[in-house]
């Protein structure tokens, strides 16, 4: 009953959150120079023709009527149709966001399968070889910027080995997989870096303290310290980088679609600010700004589970 209490709080406490974001979102792109009717007609269409286009866009009202309308839809579920591409705003994002759920649960996946262990072996080995190894790559990781780290990869894997597609997204589960490989590797770069210096530091921290010393004295084995006592407590920090990563990833996703010309929502934004699609614009930025506060929320109720002592009140 008390976590159900605590979701609702927090659902109610989206909603002046999101009337914020839209306000910023309706706001700031229309502060970008230029007339979007004139960028979809060209430069040299007759002035009638501008003319028409912005009262069919409604540019033609004041911006606080267009603000109104706007977020009359918004309470029908109504995200509009795209200026550019005619379509509902709506069904764009759900074709698109497949791809980048998908780019983002494989970097989420491969920065723990890499970034867990890694950090985990540099915090309890006692080679100092090793430690300062491991350091050392997740220092180097952490300062290669992502989109030179994926040209680099794309030409020695995709081009001059051939093991994956230097592009696009494929026709088949399997192919969308093997498209997704590469850029969720990027992606996951960065995000491993930051989890192997947050485990290792925990993880030595762990070690000096006093019921890790008591459990080995009363004779526990080494896989009940490790995962009782260390990776248990180790999780509640590694959940609040994985949190923040993934929310950084929904962002980060707009280079790495661009590199890898992937169909999705990153690539679709840049598409629709070059294009001045201000409808496009609103609606997908307004669907990223809601994802990232459901996944705060989401993490929030699994601290309650990873650790007892973390109450929802």
């Known amino acids: 009953m008390k976590q159900l209490r605590y979701i609702l709080i927090r659902i109610m406490q989206m909603i002046p959150v999101m009337f914020v974001v839209t306000v910023i979102i309706f706001w700031g792109i229309r502060l970008i120079p230029g007339n979007p009717a ?116 794309l030409l020695l894997f995709g081009l001059r080995l051939h093991w994956v597609p230097i592009g696009g997204w494929g026709e088949t589960v399997a192919d969308h997989i093997r498209c997704m490989i590469l850029p969720a590797f990027t992606g996951a770069i960065g995000s491993v870096g930051i989890l192997i210096r947050n485990i290792q530091s925990a993880v030595k921290k762990l070690l000096e303290k006093d019921y890790v010393n008591f459990a080995r004295s009363k004779g526990a084995s080494p896989g009940i310290i490790r995962n009782r006592y260390i990776l248990k407590n180790v999780m509640v920090s590694t959940m609040t980088i994985v949190a923040m990563r993934i929310t950084s990833l929904l962002g980060g996703s707009v280079v790495i679609e661009f590199v890898y010309s992937l169909p999705g929502m990153g690539k679709m934004l840049v598409d629709a600010i070059d294009g001045r699609d201000y409808v496009l614009v609103q609606g997908t930025v307004l669907v990223y700004a809601l994802v990232v506060m459901v996944i705060t929320l989401v993490t929030d109720i699994v601290y309650s589970y990873i650790d007892p002592r973390i109450s929802m009140n």
């Open 38 to 153: 004139e960028t979809i007609l060209g430069e040299k269409a007759p002035a009638s023709a501008i003319r028409d286009m912005e009262i069919r866009m409604g540019l033609d009202k004041p911006v606080w009527i267009q603000y109104l309308i706007y977020m009359k839809r918004l309470f029908h579920l109504d995200l509009g149709i795209s200026i550019r591409l005619k379509d509902s705003v709506s069904h764009l994002i759900a074709q698109r966001m497949r791809v980048t759920i998908l780019y983002t649960l494989l970097c989420t996946l491969f920065t723990l399968l890499i970034g867990t262990p890694l950090g985990y072996i540099a915090g309890t080995t006692r080679h100092r070889g090793v430690d300062k190894t491991i350091s050392s790559v997740s220092l180097v990781i952490l300062s290669l910027p992502e989109f030179w780290f994926g040209i680099l990869l």
